[in-house]
């Protein structure tokens, strides 16, 4: 079983949909979330930056934590072809861990006009 | 301010070879950590450099070894290819690899073994 799961797709929705992309850990030791984004032929892109449980906002991106349930949640609203991309979890432990990430599958995310 | 950039961009070997790839951080970090993508394992980690040591290590065979030099700039090496090392080798760089900073990517190496 991987230490980090996430469902990779392909997901396809309309222009404007709200997205929801999921990851779940199996490690109690992680404390710092990420969601990079990876367009085709780029390398990943750190989007979000949350520690331990909550929520974290930033534009029309949302990042929700929950430790007592191992599971971490991407919320994209009013989407748009831009965001068309494969998205990745990652986390870590703390201290000089920082530097060794352990992601998820990534997630295909089209966004049609 | 120039980005994380890696060399060379595309390769191709033949089983049983050795490769060198280059990975050149962004000016000012110390830290380089080296991810292995491949579509069935996805991003993995191979292992962290900060300091020309190397600081955190994943879980590849001893056939992948890397280095870093006092400019920081880093190498790894994959020695006795097998087919199953082809993928895209991604290079990330911080400032000194502690949690909180971000970790810039380079484009990556696409390494394809025959």
């Known amino acids: ?113 | 301010k120039a980005g994380v950039t890696q060399t060379p961009r595309y390769l191709i070997k033949t089983r049983g070879q050795q490769v060198t790839l280059s990975c050149s951080p962004i000016s000012g970090h110390r830290s380089v950590s080296w991810y292995q993508q491949t579509p069935g394992q996805g991003l993995q980690f191979l292992f962290e450099y900060f300091s020309e040591t190397q600081r955190n290590k994943g879980n590849f065979p001893g056939r992948f070894s890397g280095r870093q030099f006092s400019n920081s700039r880093s190498e790894m090496n994959v020695s006795t290819l097998e087919l199953g090392d082809s993928a895209l080798y991604l290079c990330a760089s911080s400032r000194t690899g502690k949690v909180g900073e971000t970790q810039y990517f380079g484009p990556g190496t696409r390494l394809l073994v025959l």
């Open chain 1, 1 to 113: 079983q991987k230490e980090v799961e996430q469902d990779p797709g392909p997901l396809s929705v309309p222009e404007g949909a709200i997205v929801s992309l999921n990851c779940t850990y199996s490690n109690s030791a992680f404390q710092y979330f990420m969601w990079y984004r990876q367009y085709s032929r780029k390398g990943p892109e750190l989007l979000m930056y949350t520690y331990s449980s909550g929520n974290k906002e930033d534009g029309r991106f949302t990042a929700q934590v929950d430790k007592s349930s191992k599971y971490i949640s991407l919320f994209i609203r009013d989407s748009q072809p831009s965001d068309s991309a494969t998205y990745l979890c990652a986390m870590t432990w703390g201290g000089n861990q920082g530097g060794k990430l352990i992601f998820g599958q990534g997630t295909e995310l089209s966004v049609k006009p």
